[in-house]
């Protein structure tokens, strides 16, 4: 089920985000680089967007260094300008200025895919190269696209062999493909990039609880997983039953806490944090759940090098009164902590009461789980 958003709410959101996570991630550091860009966000296609908007720059830099004067076709001169602009591909340096609009660019892109899939790629049509289809440019484009990555094998698949299809044939395969009803389910991250940009972009009323970006990595994801195991809803039926968290006393919340992170585990997948170059990065894998576990269960070093981007806006639009310093003097607090009976009671007595948490809000159960993990 698509959920469509007009030009205006596209681009009024594409720029709120931009601004939020520009001011958020240079406040301590002048430049981005291409690793940074492929984990910036917990929206896998968002970062690979704006990775393909910086490969079409790179093609079109390589266009702008042809002239009358030398033949750029020879093959000894396409391999040296091939080995030039991949070691240029491992240094990207961005700075705020030149990274937002290409940011905004990028979410633009990523709400027009997830809110409706067929008129976007019906528009990469009508964009195409002399209007022509060609395995060339699947090849090219599809390591772009994490979601609806579908689209691109099928479409190889339909050009049985030959160089090219014109882009109106190409169009008639996306609207058949979509008329089996193939939709993804993205109402929920767009409903996070709207929160985190600040907007309220409506969502179907009937997927409107707040849901995570935590997903598996799948290389072709046909349809987003439950993130709640079957197990675990039946604690959270009964969190839901409990008295207020005003009528409880500091025993009983401490207990409700304990069961929080007992029962239900923050994330049933976890995203795998590898260094490796941009070209690598490219290659998308499968994550083994084993290993998932692994990384979930372990122990952490760091409270605040183990919250991403994401849910550091969550974390202070929905438990820090949308304060980013009383945030951050709040994790330093806990940093020095010695237990995690020690950081969750300064937690309870001081921010609990103050910003009236909701403990059975998802990012309430994040943040404890996140502490939990220091402490393990």
């Known amino acids: 089920m698509t959920n469509k958003w007009n030009v205006a709410e596209i681009k009024k959101t594409s720029h709120a985000f931009a601004e939020v996570v520009c001011e958020e991630y240079f406040k301590g550091k002048e430049n981005i680089n ?38 750029y076709s020879e093959s000894e001169v396409q391999k040296a300008l091939d080995d030039f602009m991949n070691i240029l591909s491992r240094h990207i340096q961005i700075n705020s200025d030149n990274f937002k609009g290409i940011l905004a660019t ?39 696209f994490k979601d609806y990555n579908w689209v691109l094998r099928e479409l190889l698949t339909k ?10 044939e190409a169009m008639d395969f996306i609207n058949q493909f979509f008329d089996d009803n193939r939709i993804e389910d993205h109402t929920k991250d767009l409903a996070d990039i709207s929160k985190i940009a600040g907007e309220n972009q ?14 598996s990595i799948e290389e072709y994801k046909i349809a987003k997983p439950q993130m709640i195991a079957p197990e ?39 995203e795998k ?14 994550e083994n ?11 952490i070093d760091s409270i605040k090098g183990n919250i991403s981007l994401n849910q550091k806006f969550l974390f202070i639009n929905n438990l820090f009164g949308s304060d980013s310093e009383i945030f951050n003097a709040a994790i330093e607090e806990l940093e020095s902590c010695n237990t995690f ?25 994040e943040f404890f789980y996140i502490l939990k993990r220091r402490y393990n």
Do not use: C
């Open 232 to 270: 675990s809803v039946h604690a959270f039926e009964v969190l839901k039953k409990e008295e207020p968290i005003a009528e409880m006393n500091l025993t009983q919340v401490q207990k409700k806490i304990e069961a929080i992170i007992i029962e239900n585990p923050v994330a049933k997948t976890i």
């Open 34 to 71: 291409g690793s940074e860009i492929i984990s910036l966000t917990e929206v896998k296609q968002l970062n690979l967007f704006i990775l393909k908007e910086l490969f079409e720059k790179w093609q079109k830099e390589i266009s702008n260094l042809k002239s009358p004067y030398f033949n």
């Open 289 to 299: 759940s084993s290993l998932s576990d692994f990384h979930q269960k372990r122990k």
């Open 159 to 168: 050009l049985n062999g030959v160089s090219f299809i014109y882009a109106n």
């Open 341 to 365: 009976a020690e950081a969750k009671e300064q937690m309870i007595k001081k921010y609990l009461p103050k910003y009236k948490w909701d403990l059975n809000s998802p990012e309430a159960e």
């Open 202 to 215: 409506s969502a179907d009323p009937a997927s409107n609880l707040y849901q995570s970006f935590f997903d």
């Open 273 to 286: 944090e590898v260094k490796v170059t941009l070209h690598e990065s490219m290659q998308m894998v499968s």
């Open 106 to 144: 990028s979410v633009g892109k990523t709400i027009g895919l997830f809110s409706d899939p067929k008129s976007f790629f019906v528009e990469e049509m009508k964009n195409l190269p002399d209007f022509k289809l060609t395995v060339e440019w699947l090849t090219k484009n599809g390591k772009f």
